[in-house]
T-cell receptor, first 115, second 113 residues
Framework: AQSVAQPEDQVNVAEGNPLTVKCTYSVSGNPYLFWYVQYPNRGLQFLLKYITGDNLVKGSYGFEAEFNKSQTSFHLKKPSALVSDSALYFCAVRQFSGGYNKLIFGAGTRLAVHP | SAVISQKPSRDICQRGTSLTIQCQVDSQVTMMFWYRQQPGQSLTLIATANQGSEATYESGFVIDKFPISRPNLTFSTLTVSNMSPEDSSIYLC??????????FGPGTRLTVT
C-alpha cells in the first residue's frame, strides 16, 4: 500500500526565513504526490503536485516542492515565510485501489510563522 | 478548479440521532469522495461515490452507519447515522478525476453530545 510520512508535528519559522515541511513516501511504481494546506476552520486547498517531469514543482502562494526519488522525499519549501502561511499542511499520495484513484494523506504538519 | 459547497457548515447533534450532509459542485464530476477528519488528526477516506453506482466504502466504514447518495453528477449526500460522541469530526467532500488533484469543500463540523 502507498503511504506518506510527515516526520514533524510542528515547524516553527521566523517571518522572512526559508521554510521546509518534510514528507517522505512509500509507493510501488511511479508516485503521484500532492501538497495541501488547511487554514483554521477551512477546507483543504490544493498547493501543488508532482506527476512526472521536472523534480522542482512550483505551486500556489509561492510554495514549491522538490521530488527526490533516491531519498523518496517530496519536501515543501518557500524561500521567505509569511505569518499568513501559518496553517496545517498535508502531504498526500495517490493510490489506485478497488478501481478508483484515492488520496492517502500524511498526519499533517502544523506550520507556525512568528513575526 | 471546481467550487464545492457543503451544508450545514456545522451542527451540534444529540447522540442517537442522524445528520445528512449535502455536497454541491458547480460542474459535473464523475468521482466524489467523502472524508472524515477527527479532531487534531489527518483525513481518512470514508467512501468513494461514483454517479450511477453504489458507493465504495473503505475498511472500517459501513453503509448502515454512513449511507451515501449520488443522484446526479453535481450532488451527493452523506448521512451519519445513530451518532455517538466518537462521530464528532469534520466531514469533507471532494471531487477529482484520475491523476488530477482533488478539490475539497469547506467541511461540516459535527459535534455530538
Amino acid at each position: 500500500a502507498q503511504s506518506v510520512a510527515q516526520p514533524e508535528d510542528q515547524v516553527n519559522v521566523a517571518e522572512g526565513n526559508p521554510l521546509t515541511v518534510k514528507c517522505t513516501y512509500s509507493v510501488s511504481g511511479n508516485p503521484y504526490l500532492f501538497w495541501y494546506v488547511q487554514y483554521p476552520n477551512r477546507g483543504l486547498q490544493f498547493l501543488l503536485k508532482y506527476i512526472t517531469g521536472d523534480n522542482l514543482v512550483k505551486g500556489s502562494y509561492g510554495f514549491e516542492a522538490e521530488f527526490n526519488k533516491s531519498q523518496t522525499s517530496f519536501h515543501l519549501k518557500k524561500p521567505s515565510a509569511l505569518v499568513s502561511d501559518s496553517a496545517l499542511y498535508f502531504c498526500a499520495v495517490r493510490q489506485f485501489s478497488g478501481g478508483y484513484n484515492k488520496l492517502i494523506f500524511g498526519a499533517g504538519t502544523r506550520l507556525a510563522v512568528h513575526p | 478548479s471546481a467550487v464545492i459547497s457543503q451544508k450545514p457548515s456545522r451542527d451540534i447533534c444529540q447522540r442517537g440521532t442522524s445528520l445528512t450532509i449535502q455536497c454541491q459542485v458547480d460542474s459535473q464530476v464523475t468521482m466524489m469522495f467523502w472524508y472524515r477528519q477527527q479532531p487534531g488528526q489527518s483525513l481518512t477516506l470514508i467512501a468513494t461515490a461514483n454517479q450511477g453506482s453504489e458507493a465504495t466504502y473503505e475498511s472500517g466504514f459501513v453503509i448502515d452507519k454512513f449511507p451515501i447518495s449520488r443522484p446526479n453528477l453535481t450532488f451527493s449526500t452523506l448521512t451519519v447515522s445513530n451518532m455517538s460522541p466518537e462521530d464528532s469530526s469534520i466531514y469533507l467532500c471532494s471531487v477529482g478525476e484520475e491523476v488530477h488533484e482533488q478539490y475539497f469543500g469547506p467541511g461540516t463540523r459535527l459535534t455530538v453530545t
